[in-house]
């Protein structure tokens, strides 16, 4: 069974380009949470997607980001014109409903 | 707001030392508790976890935790560690009732095991 899948595993951008990252859950879970970590913190929550739903975006910032999890396909975090404060580790995870989470390797995004 | 608090950011020690990593929230309510492990290069693992009944839970590897209700503390433990242990070490909680699942962590806490 694999686990969740994220990719790309490392992404570069200049600022002012757009950064898309994807995860693809653990077979059988159809709830994927996004987070972020900052150098020298903890992760923190972004958003908690289920099919075609975003249930709690509480953690996402205002501007610039988005995020989908489409009926078909990979759930999607998109940052628009990203800037060097975007640089950081982003983890996604899945799980069945209210229950644990398994989280992928990262994508690591570097903004030049 | 909610938070989780690590209270010891690098721990060094030697093999076969015991280990103690401090968990406390700030929380009133009832909560679902979790420690993850993450190795150099590796994504994070889940270690071990607290849903209800028996406050001592056993995880993988050797490592316990006690799920401390009255000090708001979920201290994770393992009597003799190794140094493929060297990792860093998240707690993290999920708040209920009506919480959509999502995840507070801790600022984690680097272990260096020497051999």
């Known amino acids: 069974n694999a686990g969740v899948m994220q990719n790309p595993r490392h992404l570069v951008r200049r600022r002012g380009q757009e950064a898309r990252l994807r995860c693809s859950p653990m077979?059988?879970?159809?709830?994927v949470y996004w987070y972020r970590q900052l150098p020298e913190e903890g992760l923190k929550f972004m958003v908690y997607?289920?099919?075609?739903?975003?249930?709690?975006e509480s953690g996402m910032p205002k501007e610039r980001f988005s995020a989908e999890f489409p009926k078909e396909g990979p759930s999607i975090l998109r940052i628009q014109q990203v800037v060097r404060g975007d640089s950081a580790a982003y983890f996604c995870?899945?799980?069945?409903?209210?229950?644990?989470?398994?989280f992928g390797p990262g994508t690591r995004l570097t903004v030049l | 707001a909610q938070s989780v608090s690590q209270h010891n950011h690098h721990v060094i020690l030697s093999e076969a030392a015991s280990l103690e990593l401090g968990c406390n929230y700030s929380?009133?309510?009832?909560?679902?508790l979790f420690w993850y492990v993450q190795y150099p290069g590796q994504h994070l693992q889940l270690l071990l976890k607290?849903?209800?009944?028996?406050?001592l839970v056993k995880g993988i590897k050797g490592f316990e935790a006690e799920f401390i209700k009255s000090k708001f503390s979920f201290n994770l433990r393992k009597p003799s560690v190794q140094w493929s242990d060297t990792a860093e070490y998240f707690c993290?909680?999920?708040?209920?009732?009506?919480?959509?699942?999502?995840?507070?962590f801790g600022q984690g806490t680097t272990l260096q095991v020497k051999p």
């Open positions: 995870a899945s799980s069945p409903p209210l229950d644990t989470q398994y």
């Open positions: 929380y009133g309510g009832t909560v679902n």
């Open positions: 993290a909680v999920n708040l209920r009732p009506g919480n959509t699942g999502k995840l507070i």
């Open positions: 077979k059988g879970h159809s709830h």
């Open positions: 997607l289920q099919k075609e739903n975003i249930i709690d």
């Open positions: 607290y849903f209800s009944g028996d406050p």
